[in-house]
Nanobody, 119 residues
């Protein structure tokens, strides 16, 4: 059973930075594309950044230039460096591997990590 554990969230002022981590256990992590998602209260969970097994990255427009996704396959970990944070970035952040054949996700969701951007 694959387990995802996210960490690194917290309360930060607008313009601040956070680095999120997601450790995946029970899988051959290196072969999978990984994504970071976020879910704000009352809203659906949306992907914000993606990194392929080869290291290619993709971002949604709202975070482009501010967020950086990276991975360390030796540590089974994917990261999300978030800079210039805005109040609208407030959400619970999750990671997972997309399943493009079903438009779903490969693994059970972790608990997520709360990011709150507020002065």
């Amino acid at each position: 059973q694959v387990q995802l554990v996210e960490s690194g969230g917290g309360l930060v002022q607008p313009g601040g930075s956070l680095r999120l981590s997601c450790v995946a256990s029970g899988t051959i992590f290196s072969i999978y594309t990984m994504e970071w998602y976020r879910q704000a209260p009352g809203k659906q969970r949306d992907a914000v950044a993606r990194i392929s097994s080869g290291g290619s990255t993709h971002y949604v427009d709202s975070v482009k230039g501010r967020f950086t996704i990276s991975r360390d396959n030796a540590k089974n970990t994917v990261y999300l460096q978030m800079n210039s944070l805005k109040p609208e970035d407030t959400a619970v952040y999750f990671c997972n591997a997309p399943d493009y054949s079903t438009s779903s996700w490969l693994w059970p969701w972790g608990q997520g990590t709360q990011v709150t951007v507020s002065s």
